[in-house]
């Protein structure tokens, strides 16, 4: 038995032909195909998402970007939740992520979910998104949330914004949130950690191609790819609250989650380190699709649970 068949064994049945669809689909339209800028945004067209029943969404225009904030008939409002929505820094916000800040509002008693639509590249570089990220915080500050009441989650992209945002708000003296959620966090943009060789034709969506999202650098720009505003790899932890990061183990960016895990744990941080086997990029978007998606959100469920000040606070990670 070699070691694909193994982690195939690993995923669960449903996983591995979720994995196999997306490998095809990534075959047919992205393999191979260069992506240009702005490309993923132009090719974007979704239908108007339907608020579920018993939510309510405020759209909120901010300078420079927009807010959606959702809220649930529940209203706990004693804890809040800041999303930041992953796409390699050039795609912007999209239904997916709508849902998820359902989703993390019901796993919060129904708690209220902030999610911006920052600004991204090529037409706003470093440090536009950041900028964003500080301003939305800052929003939520504002409407009378201090950090303890506040959990910063984000994917891919936006994972490694959840984790840049923190390290700047630390930097400068601000209340810090309570806890941070990272699925398939990038926080590398040097690409040097081993999963970018080992899962390089194993990750179904960004494998077998120079052109994918992960090397792309228009948000970079000009700037350092160690600047740790940019690459959270390269930032020191000390002082950082809890984390939760997950990742799958067939995803090139797999190395970016675990060597932040590995680095946030050395330097006293609580963390929560889960790597799905058998699982691609941000796999939590099959939501209740297969085992492994379920698992991750119930995880993420414990998480909220273990940063309220209203739940048991002796809750171990």
């Known amino acids: ?33 260069k992506i240009k800028s702005g490309e993923l945004r132009k090719k974007l067209v979704e239908p108007p998402w339907n608020v579920p029943d018993g939510f309510h969404m405020e759209s ?13 008939v529940r209203q706990d409002l004693d804890m809040a939740l800041l999303q930041l929505h992953g796409g390699g820094y050039v795609g912007a916000m999209r239904n997916a992520y709508r849902v998820f800040a359902a989703a993390y509002s019901e796993l919060g008693n129904g708690m209220p979910v902030l999610t911006i639509d920052y600004r991204v590249a090529p037409e706003h570089p470093y440090p536009a998104a950041l900028e964003d990220a500080i301003s939305a915080y800052h929003w939520l500050i504002g409407r009378g949330y201090d950090g303890k ?30 806890g941070i959620i990272a699925m398939s966090p990038w926080t590398d943009m040097t690409a040097s950690g081993e999963s970018y060789e080992t899962n390089y034709e194993k990750d179904p969506l ?12 228009e948000y970079l720009g000009l700037e350092d790819p160690k600047n740790p505003y940019i690459s959270p790899l390269f930032g020191e932890y000390g002082g950082f609250p809890p984390m939760l990061i997950q990742a799958g183990s067939y995803e090139m960016l797999l190395s970016d989650a675990k060597s932040v895990a590995k680095k946030a744990r050395k330097q006293g941080v609580k963390v929560r380190y889960h790597e799905y086997e058998g699982m691609f990029h941000v796999f939590q978007m099959a939501m209740q699709l297969m085992p492994e998606s379920v698992l991750a959100w119930k995880e993420a469920g414990r998480f909220i649970n273990y940063c309220s000040a209203a739940v048991n606070p002796k809750e171990g990670l």
Not at 207 to 214: E, P, Q, V, Y
């Open 1 to 33: 038995m070699n070691h694909k068949d193994k982690k195939e064994q690993d995923a669960s049945p449903r996983g591995v032909l979720i994995r196999e669809l997306i490998a095809r689909f990534a075959s047919d339209h992205l393999i191979g195909k």
């Open 60 to 72: 909120i225009e901010m300078e420079e970007f927009r807010m959606e904030w959702l809220t649930s």
């Open 149 to 178: 009441q506040i959990i910063v989650a984000g994917d891919s992209a936006g994972g490694g914004l959840a984790l840049a945002l923190t390290l700047y708000l630390r930097d400068h003296g601000e209340e810090l949130p309570a």
């Open 206 to 217: 960004f494998g077998n191609t120079r052109d994918s999202l992960i090397y792309n650098r």
